[in-house]
């Protein structure tokens, strides 16, 4: 079955910038998760959406950071006046619900020029 | 607070040899998850185990193996006779029994490479 989907795998901007990141989930997995990955790294945890509802948004790490999950599926994590601060891969996964295996995307990777 | 800890920031063996990578784990709760990630060169996370904080059986599958230690709060991660494709960079991960959270906690990963 498919997995984790994440587009684009590549995204390169300049400073200022508004970026988009998709993420479609596993089929049937009601829990979605962003995480960022910086070089050497473990992903660090940015949001949980629980359905469509965002149940913990605690890592987000400022208000220039936002994500959506409108239907319940695919989810678009949102970054407004980038920095090169936020290079970083963008990692999705998906579960079937909470304290249950998370199935990881194979990232986006965003370069900050 | 929640920290995961893995030392090893590096290990290096030949082909066949068993090999440990070591994760210690720190949180005030008693509800709790340990999970091991894959990071293969290819980039993408794969999981490899999931334990809840009241099963400390000690758990095999195939060549890997995992010890539970709560008293030490560590859950080691053992591959017996590994092989060149077992090199990755593998993570420990903890989760919090929380009401409305289920982030994952990762280390910062070990990265073992296997020659033949």
């Known amino acids: 079955g498919a997995g984790v989907s994440q587009t684009p795998s590549n995204k390169v901007t300049e400073k200022g910038k508004y970026v988009e990141l998709r993420c479609d989930p596993i089929?049937?997995?009601?829990?979605l998760y962003w995480y960022r990955q910086s070089l050497g790294q473990g992903p660090e945890f940015l949001i949980y959406f629980q359905g469509t509802g965002a149940a913990d948004d605690s890592g987000l790490p400022n208000d220039r950071f936002f994500a959506v999950r409108p239907e319940g599926s695919v989810s678009t994590l949102k970054i407004q006046r980038t920095e090169r601060g936020d290079s970083a891969v963008y990692l999705c996964a998906s579960s079937l619900g909470q304290y249950n295996e998370q199935f990881f995307g194979p990232g986006t990777r965003l370069t900050v020029l | 607070a929640q920290k995961v800890t893995q030392a090893q920031t590096e290990i290096s063996v030949v082909e066949k040899e068993d090999v440990t990578l070591d994760c210690v784990y720190e949180?005030?709760?008693?509800?709790?998850?340990l999970f091991w990630y894959k990071q293969p060169p290819s980039g993408e996370l794969v999981f490899l185990i999931r334990r809840n904080s009241f099963d400390e059986q000690n758990e095999i599958s195939g060549r890997y193996s995992w010890n539970f230690q709560k008293s030490t709060s560590s859950f080691n991660f053992t591959i017996t006779a590994s092989q060149v494709v077992d090199s990755a960079v593998y993570f420990c991960?903890?989760?919090?029994?929380?009401?409305?959270?289920?982030?994952?906690?990762f280390g910062t990963g070990t990265r073992l490479q296997v020659f033949p």
């Open positions: 949180t005030r709760d008693t509800t709790y998850y």
């Open positions: 991960a903890l989760s919090e029994g929380g009401y409305n959270t289920d982030k994952l906690i």
């Open positions: 089929s049937g997995h009601t829990a």
